[in-house]
């Protein structure tokens, strides 16, 4: 059992519709980050997280992370080909603890 | 602007033989860290150094062992290597360790291994 749990594993939609990808933990997280991952690459950062409650917006994309710190939601607006990808998140326990990672959600959007 | 660079890109082993995957990053991080990527596992932590001359196990080391070479180069081993080592590694660095809220950590565009 893995200490993120990310639903749905998998999602394929078409260009304009609205999706919404979930992170979810029985633990308390001090910060948490989201990150897109295309082919071939490393995962890049998109965003992080720090208090309960929180709200960000990255153009289309908006993170909002649990009042209880223990879960967090990525939120995509009219969804573009160019969000396809492998969305993680990742999380901080305590300061000085490791990043722990999610299993991922593999996103397609077709056009 | 190479940010972290991994090689080698794609390796074929075959059971028992021993390689090591090289690792640099020239934004003067002083944190490395070597992960695995599996099919719905998400990136488990193999190792790490949280500054030159340190390195600490992760979630899953057996089978690995690491060098913190100067504050640039990290590598990682494989001495006997097994088909469960089959996996996307990819090397990361930070500035400090990501254990501190805030902080970004960059990843190398991952390296294929296939253990046959």
């Known amino acids: 059992t893995q200490l993120l749990e990310q639903s749905p594993q998998f999602l394929s939609i078409q260009e304009g519709e609205n999706l919404t990808v979930y992170c979810n933990s029985s633990?308390?997280?001090?910060?948490l980050q989201w990150y897109r991952q295309e082919p071939g690459e490393g995962p890049v950062l998109l965003v992080t997280v720090v208090t309960g409650g929180e709200v960000k917006k990255l153009k289309r994309l908006t993170f909002q992370f649990g009042d209880a710190r223990k879960d967090s939601s990525l939120h995509i607006t009219a969804a573009q080909p160019g969000d396809t990808g492998l969305y993680l998140c990742?999380?901080?326990?305590?300061?000085?603890?490791?990043?722990?990672f999610g299993g991922g959600t593999r996103l397609m959007v077709k056009p | 602007n190479a940010g972290v660079t991994q090689t080698p890109k794609f390796q074929v082993l075959k059971t028992g033989q021993s390689m090591t995957l090289q690792c640099a990053q020239d934004?003067?991080?002083?944190?490395m860290y070597w992960y695995r990527q599996d099919p719905g596992m998400g990136l488990r932590l193999i190792y790490y150094s949280a500054s030159e001359g340190t390195t600490d196990k992760g979630e899953v080391p057996n089978g690995y062992n690491v060098s913190r070479l100067n504050k640039r180069e990290f590598s990682l081993r494989l001495e006997s290597a097994a088909p469960s080592q089959t996996s996307v590694y990819f090397c990361?660095?930070?500035?400090?360790?990501?254990?501190?809220?805030?902080?970004?950590?960059?990843f190398g565009e991952g390296s294929w291994l296939t253990v046959v």
């Open positions: 990361a660095s930070s500035e400090v360790l990501t254990g501190y809220s805030g902080n970004t950590i960059y």
């Open positions: 934004m003067n991080h002083n944190s």
């Open positions: 990742a999380g901080v326990k305590n300061a000085g603890n490791m990043l722990t």
């Open positions: 633990s308390v997280f001090s910060s």
